[in-house]
């Protein structure tokens, strides 16, 4: 299946994964908790989402998705029934 923003959401084009942001559990500085705590509230923002130029080439919202998986690369299920 072709690449397109309706055919991720839909769960047609399955070449996708979630992000996701590691550290060490106490492993992070008061302003590096500070830093990661903006990337991700900015990464669930869906303003932030469609005018950054980050996203609108790359990414596609959560918000818009009408599938799910369990884990990167897992069975893609849909959330709509």
Do not use: C
């Amino acid at each position: 299946m072709a690449y397109s923003s309706a055919n991720v959401y839909n769960g047609s084009y399955a070449l996708w994964g979630y992000e996701h942001i590691v550290n060490r559990v106490g492993g992070l500085s008061q302003n590096q908790t500070l830093v990661r705590n903006a990337l991700k509230a900015a990464i669930k923002n869906p303003t932030f989402q469609s005018t950054n130029p980050l996203y609108t080439a790359s990414f596609e919202t959560l918000s818009g998705m009408s599938v799910e998986r369990s884990a990167d690369g897992g069975v893609i299920t849909s959330i709509v029934f």
